[in-house]
């Protein structure tokens, strides 16, 4: 089914996959036997067909069958290094969780099939006009909890932080920029263009969820300093930013509002794309400070800028796009998302007028978190003196490594320049995934200036915006350089005064984020140990401080329900002690009730 959706997905599964595959040239020389590097390759490209077959069939038999085959693909990669036992933890954590959400797909699939009485796509969509609207609820939840899990929507997230970094690297940017994806499709495919308008709360449930993720994943991505598992927390936080589009696209599909229903998907369909290319982009980086170091603790980096030049720049860059700044692409989708809040608050009226707003603040506190959190992983990362003998001894990836960030950092910058044009061919898609004309739309003014309404006296043009940074950073150097030069003192950054400054006075991912510990400390439920060693009573030799955060999810769902399982399994074993004469009279009860049940029908 290569409708403008599908050709969408395909584009973004291979602006994201090729540069990966480049990448994954120089991280996985050296790092592997020939034979594992030739298997590498072999899941890499069958992993990549089949997110595009997933996304590109018109079938749900055949959709599934292409679904777990990816989700088979994607957990042989996460457990790729069989050396470390927590990638077979990880990958034990995905498989389990993927496969509740493909239950739950299943499920959803079966109910469409009993009224279609056919697996094509057409002819469910033509049979969900008939559906009663108790069935077509059902059928929803069960499709948002299916693909929820996928896309790691919280509370179903928890398997994200923990495979995403366990993968390679450049597996790694796929998983987190183009397989998660495919959950948003699903959504798309199956609850928008399927099943239809359906309540008006289906959007708002949507959106609740997805605001709840933004605010879970970047409050988490503050607290790590594993700088895989916070790009990981992070992409909770996206996701739920590509969910508020889609979920603000159903609602005002749900209330007659065709125009807002078109823009808000553009708006979550340009953040998609948008944290696909960053989002990769900051992984390949991650990966390339993993294999000059050896080590994804923030907390013994510090001071690769010097070693690593061009990958603390591709850095900055990918963190300036996720953190929303202009005129990159992060800035261009998240003001998007703004400007549908902003609309559906002016043309709506009562409680939805305020809870709109309530969400545009929220969505603004999210980036305000996300600019603190790129700000520590690049800064611990990257500035400052060597903090161990991991960053003293890194050294500038390989070239294939540096074309594969390269490629990606370039699309950041097109995708925001370009935003005019780029919302001009989302339009499209998100006309026919909606099933709207959008004819008589009128969302630009032309291919450099863009505005969310004709009328408003809103417009946006990010090469303007560009040209007016470019120039104001001219003239600031410039001026400098007339005014300043010679009477200014440089000396070293944060010395305060101080002199023989070394690493351990410098600031800390744990420091850094203890104020926002304590802001959130009713969420993050914050703890410590403290050890102390005594030569005597008034003399400490040494002290231990740790501090930890409380993963509440983990703790008071998931831990619970495994608990529950194995004491159930444990229970159950009992009917199998291993007497034949039990097993026989199994048998003989079963076909006992067997023959009552046909005697009563």
């Not at 000059?292 to 061009?310: C, F, H, N, V, Y």
């Amino acid at each position: 089914m290569i409708d403008p959706l599908a050709l969408f997905f395909l584009a973004v599964i291979f602006i994201v996959s090729l540069p990966s595959a480049i990448y994954s040239l120089g991280y996985l020389k050296n790092e592997y036997s020939s034979a594992k590097i030739t298997l590498a390759w072999v899941l890499l490209v069958a992993f990549v067909l089949s997110m595009a077959l997933v996304v590109s069939v018109s079938n749900v038999l055949v959709f599934l069958v292409f679904w777990e085959i990816m989700s088979l693909l994607s957990y042989f990669l996460v457990v790729f290094d069989t050396k470390h036992e927590k990638s077979i933890q990880a990958g034990m954590i995905y498989i389990v969780m993927t496969h509740i959400g493909t239950a739950f797909l299943i499920a959803a699939f079966l109910l469409m099939y009993k009224y279609a009485h056919s697996f094509d796509f057409l002819a469910i969509k033509s049979a969900c006009l008939s559906m009663p609207a108790q069935t077509r609820n059902i059928v929803f939840l069960l499709l948002l909890v299916g693909f929820g899990t996928k896309a790691g929507i919280v509370p179903l997230h928890v398997w994200l932080p923990y495979a995403h970094p366990q993968a390679p690297s450049h597996i790694s940017s796929i998983m987190s920029g183009v397989m998660i994806k495919t959950a948003i499709y699903g959504i798309i495919r199956f609850v928008i263009f399927i099943l239809g308008a359906g309540s008006s709360w289906w959007g708002i449930l949507i959106i609740i969820l997805a605001l709840i993720s933004c605010l879970v994943g970047i409050i988490y991505a503050l607290m790590e300093r594993d700088i895989k598992k916070l790009l990981a927390y992070s992409s909770v936080e996206n996701m739920g930013i590509i969910l508020l589009g889609v979920g603000l696209a159903l609602f005002f599909q749900s209330v007659n509002m065709p125009y807002l229903a078109v823009f808000s998907l553009i708006a979550g369909l340009y953040h998609l794309v948008n944290h696909a290319i960053f989002k990769g982009l900051l992984f390949l980086c991650a990966g390339s400070v993993y294999k000059a170091s050896g080590t994804r603790d923030i907390e013994k980096l510090g001071g690769l800028i010097k070693q690593m030049p061009l990958t603390a720049g591709f850095f900055l860059f990918g963190a300036m796009a996720i953190s929303g700044l202009p005129p990159l692409n992060g800035f261009v989708s998240e003001w998007l998302t703004l400007q549908a809040f902003f609309l559906g608050a002016f043309n709506t009226i009562g409680g939805v007028k305020l809870f709109l707003g309530i969400c545009a603040g929220l969505l603004a506190l999210t980036g305000g978190l996300a600019a603190a959190c790129f700000v520590k992983a690049f800064g611990l990362t990257f500035l400052a003196l060597p903090r161990s003998h991991y960053a003293k001894e890194a050294r500038e990836v390989a070239l294939s490594m540096k074309l594969g960030m390269f490629c990606l950092a370039l699309l950041v910058l097109i995708f925001g320049l370009a935003a005019a044009i780029i919302m001009k061919l989302l339009a499209r898609v998100a006309g026919a995934a909606c099933g709207i004309d959008i004819g008589n739309m009128a969302f630009f003014l032309n291919n450099f200036t863009l505005s969310p309404q004709v009328g408003r006296g809103i417009y946006l043009s990010v090469p303007l915006l560009a040209i007016w940074l470019i120039v104001l950073g001219v003239l600031g150097f410039a001026i400098y350089k007339l005014f300043w030069k010679g009477k200014s003192v440089i000396y070293k950054t944060w010395d305060c005064g101080y002199y023989n400054m070394d690493s351990r006075n410098e600031y800390t991912a744990t420091a850094f984020s203890k104020p926002f510990r304590i802001a959130f400390s009713f969420f993050l439920l914050p703890y410590r140990k403290t050890q102390k060693i005594r030569d005597s009573f008034y003399h400490v030799k040494s002290f231990a401080y740790e501090t930890h955060t409380t993963l509440i999810f983990k703790k008071y769902i998931y831990d619970p329900a495994i608990a529950l399982v194995l004491t159930t399994a444990k229970a159950m074993r009992r009917i199998q002690p291993g007497s034949i004469h039990l097993y026989l009279g199994y048998i003989f009860i079963t076909l006992l009730l067997l023959i009552i049940f046909i005697h009563q029908f």
